[in-house]
């Protein structure tokens, strides 16, 4: 045990090395990069780990991210007294007297004003005048700090009808009303559904977000209308056709139109992904942006069959719920107060 060469003593293994041993340090080698190797190509993890602090400023990939389009439409800063009026015009309903100025009808214990607009099935004519209001203050308060225009949705380098375009084409903003005019048409023609209408607003922020550019009076429109064909592409089950979109738009060529939606998809990075906690939350903003503008939803009394209907849908989330809780109910119990039964055989003698 005294010896100095006992197991109980051990020496570092670099002061037991010689000169003579086959032994070298560990020297680790650097690390090649991807031009070394000649592969330039992007790895999917690398796409897919974004960071948290990049995904609270996409608002159209992070659902608690706020909506740029209702940031935007705060801007224009409103007195004290005209935000406590915005607030409580939740409460009543407008109507237009055929007889008289326009009175206030309030929700009461007897009737109750809903509309027909849900999360699942959105008003379509209303949806479409929210998302140009988005559109609008999209437009409006746009950053002016020189932003690149992308020649892809320059209306003057591809324009969409063979009418010459004034020369101060890229001064004047769009009024909501051509805005509207613009997208109920391709809607309509389309047969596109209000929900196509949200998904639209969400890629159109998406790529404002990921280009880093801004939507003004030059590019609004071939922007607009990339969108929509993305959308309804990867919303609606029967899609409408690149070609078909040239029979709505008689100017334009059907080669316009495919490389409009190649490059929108290569600045979405090919994001086409929609997850539907965003879906709901750019809904409920584009509500609170009408509520904000007095653009109400058309409202009308409850009716005997509405409500039966609307117990039926509650007691079915019900029965679904229930069902899911005993489905995720607990298993495992502590054995300290467990009794278990046991049977042994009984001998007789």
Known sequence: MGNTTSCCVSSSPKLRRNAHSRLEPYRPEPELSREDTGCNLQHISDRENIDELNMEYNPSDHPRASTIFLSKSQTDVAPPNK???????????????????????????????????????????????????????????????????????????????????PSDYDKHDPEQKQIYRFVRTLFSAAQLTAECAIVTLVYLERLLTYAEIDICPANWKRIVLGAILLASKVWDDQAVWNVDYCQILKDITVEDMNELERQFLELLQFNINVPSSVYAKYYFDLRSLSEANNLSFPLEPLSRDKAQKLEAISRLCDDKYKDLKKATKKRSVSADNLTVVRWSPAIIS
């Open 83 to 165: 935000k406590v009026r915005e607030k409580r015009k939740s409460l009543y309903v407008n109507h237009q007297h055929p007889s008289g100025p326009m009175r206030r009808k309030y929700s009461s214990c007897s009737t109750i004003f809903l509309d027909d607009s849900t999360v699942s099935q959105p008003n379509l004519k209303y949806t479409i005048k929210c998302v140009a209001l988005a559109i609008y203050y999209h437009i409006k308060n746009r950053d002016v700090d020189g932003r690149t225009l992308l020649d892809i949705f320059d209306e003057k380098l591809h324009p969409l009808s063979k009418s010459e375009l």
